[in-house]
């Protein structure tokens, strides 16, 4: 009787462990995959008697809990620790945010130039350039008064050019200013020796004298001086003026006459090579005009042409008749 009362419990016990696993089970299995599997038959112990349901019921809810507990607690540490990091990340990119913000500002502050030194030197440069100006204000109106007071003087007048002479033409007669009194003349120096430049000067000035008398009816002598009179004697000189202008003549003499001639035509002229009696005469390429009374009107370089010079001749000697004419 005693081992069937016994035996009718025991089944009464199992039947409620198992109706207690299966709900637990059903309840525990949508939170946790990590639940513990069914209690072991140890739980009845063999040989040492019949647990109480109440113990049985203890044991099993304290060893089912502490995984759920520790889930929960595993998940709620893990979401703090995300929470903590993304608080942590934030801060940080607030904080180098701001360390970049006061790096720029220290970096405008320490600069080689701020605000106020360029403010600085732009007062100075614009106080520079009122003080430049006004010191040339002032200077130019010192000057102003200076001129207005100023009194005009009486002109210069011409260039001492020309002046009197005694030399020999190519007829051998002597000759002097005074000759030339009363005629309009075009003086040339130069040297028979000379290659290239003489003939064309020479040339162009027989030209010029044609033109002039075609052109405005005026009569002018050409006149050529030797600065080479060691070599150009009476007849070397006529032989060398046949060959320009029939009107054309030629002077020569002795070299303290040429020399004092030249000095008072300005004319430059010196030996560039010698070598026994062939030898080049460097001197200035001038052609003077000069009016009735051998005064100079005006002087004509290299650069003219034959027209040029023909036409610069015609335009000084109308003015100098018309002024005579007023006077």
Request: glycine share 6%.
């Amino acid at each position: 009787m005693a081992t069937t009362a016994l035996s009718r419990k025991a089944n009464h016990l199992r039947h409620t462990y198992r109706c207690l696993t299966s709900r637990y089970l059903s309840h525990c299995t949508t939170t946790s995959s990590n639940l513990p599997s069914p209690l072991p038959r140890s739980v009845l112990p063999l040989g040492g008697g019949i647990q109480s349901l109440p113990q049985i019921t203890q044991r099993f809810l304290f060893s089912t809990s502490i995984p759920t507990t520790t889930t929960v607690v595993d998940s709620e540490t893990s979401k703090n620790t995300e929470e903590a990091k993304s608080d942590g990340s934030e801060k940080s990119g607030d904080s180098n945010h701001q360390d970049d913000k006061d790096n720029a500002r220290r970096t405008v502050r320490r600069g080689p130039i701020s605000w106020l030194s360029f403010l600085f030197l732009a007062a100075t440069g614009a106080g520079l350039i009122w003080y430049y100006d006004r010191m040339k204000k002032q200077r130019i109106e010192a000057i102003n008064k200076t001129s207005a007071i100023v009194k005009v003087g009486p002109s210069v007048g011409k260039p001492e050019i020309g002046g009197p002479f005694n030399l020999i033409d190519h007829d051998g007669k002597p000759v002097s200013e005074k000759d030339f009194m009363g005629k309009w003349t075009m003086i040339y120096f130069g040297f028979t020796h000379c290659p290239d430049i003489c003939p064309d000067e020479l040339q162009k000035l027989a030209a010029a004298i044609d033109k002039i008398k075609e052109k405005a009816g005026f009569d002018i002598v050409p006149v050529f001086i030797t600065v080479d009179p060691e070599r150009d004697n009476v007849e070397q000189v006529r032989e060398y003026v046949k060959e320009f202008h029939p009107k054309l003549i030629g002077l020569t003499g002795s070299l303290e006459e040429i020399k004092k001639t030249a000095r008072a035509y300005r004319i430059y002229y010196m030996k560039t090579s010698e070598e026994d009696s062939d030898y080049l005469v460097d001197h200035s390429i001038i052609t003077y005009l000069m009016d009735p009374n051998m005064e100079l009107v005006k002087f004509f370089g290299k650069n003219n042409d034959a027209d040029a010079l023909a036409d610069g001749v015609i335009k000084e000697m109308k003015q100098y008749k018309s002024i005579k004419a007023k006077a």
